[in-house]
């Protein structure tokens, strides 16, 4: 029956269309409804944006029962795993959603009804993002029984993930836990729940901390700071190249979510914050500073970028540790001894050997020097010469009147006698 009714895709009509799948609401809720133009793809792209359009009313207005008519009804793996995905959205404090079905990646699967289609989810959290964050996925689409509609039979294709890594998010994955608090957005999973009080504490007393050294810049994306907190490591294989500092290696990372990453020049959405779970049972001291060092991060967003990761990463240590005494601050047990072989500031290298925990310290003590010797102010005016791959000796000589030999020689001495003791 459903190959015979399947040329009904060439003569649906806008009535017919209106009254079926987007039946439970006004039509006036979606987009267009489509207009054929004789072309067997174009016709079924037509029925596939309909199926995504009413995927994203139902999704906006937690309709899980418009939801759910989207769906292959046949396939009871498909209708949990969505349901999952409905509740993760559920949650979150959504401004725009929209999808868009790319016509030009329509494939028919051999031997069968179906196609494959990339669609486009364009998704925006109110008040976290400064624009909508435009991530590609590849659905398959089924003819319904009566041929008159298109219902997504799968959101599942394992290569083609492959071939696009770093195109999900935590809500994407499994099942998450949402928690929200005075402009920090937190997700969880059931391993890490437990611990969103603490790390919403942290993030919300640390925002107020790290503005106050680096200042409330108002090309910052946005106000509010998303933090994750995860176990599932798939979430962190996805974030190559998307990080400041290695994901397999690293207690925390800032996370720069591009608009489009297809299109680079858009910028950046926002600036998130992902814990990993292995810090969680620390005291509270240490993740307040684990948190303030990616909030340092996260809320200088594009400022900085381009410049020496030594002042990247050293800025962020010395704020990370303002709130705290003297006698708190606790240095690496390896700075001193990589302080003494140092002859000049570190680059990538160091950063990405089995030394890097003490050219961290180094980096940090570096930025103590020149917000002691000439004030907070230049260093932070350092950072902003230092940006979009600046000739480093120029900056320093500009700026401070030195080498770069002469500050990371003055930075480990003003570090040594502090600890070395």
Same mark, same amino acid.
């Given at each position: 029956?459903?190959?015979?009714?399947?040329?009904?895709?060439?003569?649906?009509?806008?009535?017919?269309?209106?009254?079926?799948?987007?039946?439970?609401?006004?039509?006036?809720?979606?987009?267009?409804?489509?207009?054929?133009?004789?072309?067997?793809?174009?016709?079924?792209?037509?029925?596939?944006?309909?199926?995504?359009?009413?995927?994203?009313?139902?999704?906006?207005?937690?309709?899980?029962?418009?939801?759910?008519?989207?769906?292959?009804?046949?396939?009871?793996?498909?209708?949990?795993?969505?349901?999952?995905?409905?509740?993760?959205?559920?949650?979150?404090?959504?401004?725009?959603?929209?999808?868009?079905?790319?016509?030009?990646?329509?494939?028919?699967?051999?031997?069968?009804?179906?196609?494959?289609?990339?669609?486009?989810?364009?998704?925006?959290?109110?008040?976290?993002?400064?624009?909508?964050?435009?991530?590609?996925?590849?659905?398959?689409?089924?003819?319904?029984?009566?041929?008159?509609?298109?219902?997504?039979?799968?959101?599942?294709?394992?290569?083609?993930?492959?071939?696009?890594?770093?195109?999900?998010?935590?809500?994407?994955?499994?099942?998450?836990?949402?928690?929200?608090?005075?402009?920090?957005?937190?997700?969880?999973?059931?391993?890490?729940?437990?611990?969103?009080?603490?790390?919403?504490?942290?993030?919300?007393?640390?925002?107020?901390?790290?503005?106050?050294?680096?200042?409330?810049?108002?090309?910052?994306?946005?106000?509010?700071?998303?933090?994750?907190?995860?176990?599932?490591?798939?979430?962190?294989?996805?974030?190559?190249?998307?990080?400041?500092?290695?994901?397999?290696?690293?207690?925390?990372?800032?996370?720069?979510?591009?608009?489009?990453?297809?299109?680079?020049?858009?910028?950046?959405?926002?600036?998130?914050?992902?814990?990993?779970?292995?810090?969680? %049972?620390?005291?509270? #001291?240490?993740?307040? +500073? @684990?948190?303030?060092?990616?909030?340092?991060?996260?809320? &200088?967003? $594009?400022?900085?970028?381009?410049?020496?990761?030594?002042?990247?990463?050293?800025?962020?240590?010395?704020?990370?540790?303002?709130?705290?005494?003297?006698?708190?601050?606790?240095?690496?047990?390896?700075?001193?001894?990589?302080?003494?072989?140092?002859?000049?500031?570190?680059?990538?290298?160091?950063?990405?050997?089995?030394?890097?925990?003490?050219?961290?310290?180094?980096?940090?003590?570096?930025?103590?020097?020149?917000?002691?010797?000439?004030?907070? %102010?230049?260093?932070? #005016?350092?950072?902003? +010469? @230092?940006?979009?791959?600046?000739?480093?000796?120029?900056? &320093?000589? $500009?700026?401070?009147?030195?080498?770069?030999?002469?500050?990371?020689?003055?930075?480990?001495?003003?570090?040594?006698?502090?600890?070395?003791?």
């Amino acid at each position: 029956m459903r190959g015979a009714l399947r040329s009904l895709l060439f003569l649906t009509s806008l009535f017919v269309t209106c009254l079926g799948l987007l039946s439970l609401t006004a039509c006036s809720d979606d987009l267009p409804p489509p207009t054929y133009s004789g072309d067997p793809f174009t016709d079924v792209g037509e029925l596939m944006q309909t199926t995504v359009n009413a995927r994203a009313v139902a999704l906006q207005k937690h309709d899980v029962t418009r939801y759910r008519l989207t769906l292959d009804p046949s396939d009871a793996g498909l209708i949990d795993d969505q349901q999952v995905y409905f509740d993760n959205l559920e949650q979150l404090p959504i401004e725009v959603l929209r999808y868009r079905v790319l016509t030009d990646t329509i494939t028919l699967v051999e031997g069968s009804e179906d196609y494959w289609a990339e669609v486009v989810l364009a998704l925006k959290l109110k008040g976290y993002d400064a624009a909508a964050v435009r991530t590609r996925d590849r659905f398959l689409f089924t003819p319904s029984e009566d041929g008159r509609h298109m219902l997504i039979s799968s959101t599942t294709d394992y290569q083609w993930e492959a071939d696009h890594p770093g195109n999900v998010q935590p809500w994407d994955l499994g099942a998450v836990q949402v928690e929200e608090r005075a402009g920090v957005l937190g997700v969880f999973d059931d391993y890490t729940e437990d611990s969103s009080g603490e790390v919403l504490d942290a993030v919300s007393s640390g925002r107020g901390d790290v503005r106050a050294v680096i200042g409330d810049d108002d090309a910052k994306p946005a106000d509010g700071v998303i933090v994750y907190s995860l176990q599932d490591p798939t979430f962190l294989r996805g974030l190559a190249n998307q990080t400041v500092g290695d994901p397999d290696r690293a207690d925390g990372l800032t996370i720069a979510v591009p608009v489009d990453t297809r299109t680079p020049g858009k910028g950046a959405a926002s600036y998130r914050m992902f814990l990993n779970p292995r810090v969680l %049972d620390q005291t509270p #001291l240490v993740i307040g +500073r @684990l948190v303030r060092h990616e909030l340092t991060h996260a809320l &200088l967003g $594009a400022r900085g970028r381009g410049a020496p990761l030594w002042i990247n990463e050293g800025l962020a240590e010395y704020v990370s540790v303002r709130p705290l005494p003297p006698a708190k601050r606790r240095l690496p047990a390896s700075a001193l001894s990589v302080g003494a072989s140092a002859t000049d500031l570190p680059g990538e290298a160091e950063f990405a050997g089995p030394d890097a925990e003490g050219w961290y310290a180094v980096s940090w003590w570096v930025c103590e020097y020149v917000a002691s010797a000439y004030g907070e %102010d230049v260093l932070l #005016l350092l950072l902003d +010469r @230092l940006q979009h791959g600046a000739d480093q000796a120029e900056a &320093l000589q $500009a700026v401070l009147g030195i080498t770069s030999s002469q500050l990371a020689q003055r930075g480990v001495a003003l570090m040594t006698t502090t600890y070395d003791r």
